[in-house]
């Protein structure tokens, strides 16, 4: 089973494949946006019988500055889209094994859509949750 650090790095490494996102494996005292932060949020153990499959699940923090809400809109809908070059599930699902051997990753779905002040900025943002299996260990 790779571990939850490995796991997060990785998941980081992946989503900086999106040109123009700022990517945090952990919430950093300063987030500059167009970011996205990830936080680990807990792990199911015995997906499969006898240890086969965890299942670790991740939260995404896609932030956007919100200078004008169109525009703000616009570009958060671009990470958060289904596909395309800037799609944050379809880089994922273009790199499920996140360059480790033992995992599967996949964007599950996106979550609400809420106006948030980072470093004193007005910004947009959503969630999005990941879902990565891994083998289990005894």
């Known amino acids: 089973m790779s571990s939850i650090n490995s796991v ?8 900086e494949n999106v040109s123009n996102l700022r990517v945090y494996s952990e919430l950093a005292d300063i987030v500059n946006p167009p970011a ?14 006898q240890r086969g499959l965890d299942t670790m699940s991740f939260e995404l923090l896609v932030i956007v500055q919100r200078s004008n ?9 671009d990470y958060i889209t289904g596909s395309g070059s800037t799609s944050i599930r379809q880089t994922i699902f273009n790199n499920p094994t ?17 106006n948030m002040s980072v470093n004193g900025i007005d910004c947009l943002s ?13």
Do not use: P, W
């Open 69 to 77: 809400l169109r525009t703000a809109v616009d570009k958060l809908e």
């Open 36 to 49: 996205c932060v990830i936080s680990f949020q807990g792990t199911q153990f015995d997906t499969a019988m």
């Open 98 to 114: 996140l360059g480790l051997s033992d995992t599967n990753a996949r964007c599950v779905n996106v979550g609400s859509v809420e």
């Open 126 to 138: 959503a969630t999005m949750q990941v879902e990565v299996y891994t083998k289990g260990s005894a």
């Open 8 to 15: 997060g790095d990785a998941l980081q490494t992946t989503i």
